[in-house]
């Protein structure tokens, strides 16, 4: 394998675990912050139930594109 085969490898598996990274802000962090902090009443329109349920969903979205990224770099194992 070519040093630069390598480098593009660790960089498509680090930006595939960055996005991860960021459904996890984007998805759960902030809708949970803004219900806690209620913004702009956020709770007044959504109900916790269903903030909890899209953090879900996030997180197995998350953790999707996680598992990928450490599928992505087995193939420098070979």
């Given at each position: 394998?070519?040093?630069?085969?390598?480098?593009?490898?660790?960089?498509?598996?680090?930006?595939?675990?960055?996005?991860?990274?960021?459904?996890?802000?984007?998805?759960?962090?902030?809708?949970?912050?803004?219900?806690?902090?209620n913004?702009?009443?956020?709770?007044?329109?959504?109900?916790?139930?269903?903030?909890?349920?899209?953090?879900?969903?996030?997180?197995?979205?998350?953790?999707?594109?996680?598992?990928?990224?450490r599928?992505?770099?087995?193939?420098?194992?070979?």
């Open positions: 394998m070519s040093p630069s085969f390598v480098e593009q490898t660790k960089l498509l598996a680090n930006a595939v675990d960055r996005t991860s990274t960021t459904c996890v802000t984007v998805g759960i962090a902030t809708p949970i912050a803004a219900y806690v902090y913004v702009s009443n956020f709770r007044m329109f959504i109900e916790l139930w269903v903030v909890l349920l899209g953090a879900a969903g996030w997180l197995v979205v998350a953790v999707i594109l996680h598992f990928i990224a599928r992505i770099l087995r193939v420098l194992d070979r």
